[in-house]
């Protein structure tokens, strides 16, 4: 393969990736023992969602309300169970408070990937959204 070749078939196969890929998102589910809409959610999305395009572009990590990592840059802490953070790069860019069933969970959580770019990345978390007032 001439050398030529190489720096393209490289910049092709990165290009390939897709944006989703290169923002490595994750959502994060907040919840606490006795929780029962996590529950409900466990039961009605849970199985699916590593499944789904959604879950492929932002895999789950389940943490517990009283056992927040220090790691994770909130716009505000988790108040409610389940609390939806969608997280790039440890720092949350959108976030989804209670669970309000499957029918409208999927769409909410559609946009809230579907409006992470590099420009929402750059604003504060919560910016323009009246969560911070």
């Not at 466990?42 to 932002?58: N, Q, S, V």
């Given at each position: 393969?001439?050398r030529?070749?190489?720096?393209l078939?490289?910049?092709?196969?990165?290009?390939?990736?897709?944006?989703?890929?290169?923002?490595?998102?994750?959502?994060?589910?907040?919840?606490?023992?006795?929780?029962?809409?996590?529950?409900?959610?466990?039961?009605?999305?849970?199985?699916?969602?590593?499944?789904?395009?959604?879950?492929?572009?932002?895999?789950?990590?389940?943490?517990?309300?009283?056992?927040?990592?220090?790691?994770?840059?909130?716009?505000?802490?988790?108040?409610f169970?389940?609390?939806?953070?969608?997280?790039?790069?440890?720092?949350?860019?959108?976030?989804?408070?209670?669970y309000?069933?499957?029918?409208?969970?999927?769409?909410?959580?559609?946009?809230?990937?579907?409006?992470?770019?590099?420009?929402?990345?750059?604003?504060?978390?919560?910016?323009?959204?009246?969560?911070?007032?």
């Amino acid at each position: 393969m001439p050398r030529f070749l190489l720096p393209l078939v490289s910049l092709a196969l990165i290009l390939a990736e897709g944006p989703m890929r290169a923002q490595s998102l994750e959502l994060v589910m907040v919840e606490q023992v006795g929780c029962s809409y996590c529950a409900a959610w466990h039961r009605e999305i849970g199985p699916a969602y590593p499944k789904t395009d959604e879950g492929r572009a932002a895999p789950l990590r389940v943490m517990q309300l009283r056992d927040m990592p220090g790691e994770l840059d909130l716009a505000q802490r988790a108040r409610f169970t389940p609390t939806f953070l969608l997280i790039s790069e440890g720092r949350e860019i959108a976030r989804l408070e209670g669970y309000p069933g499957a029918d409208f969970f999927w769409p909410i959580l559609a946009k809230m990937i579907e409006d992470a770019s590099p420009a929402t990345q750059s604003e504060a978390p919560g910016s323009g959204r009246g969560e911070d007032q």
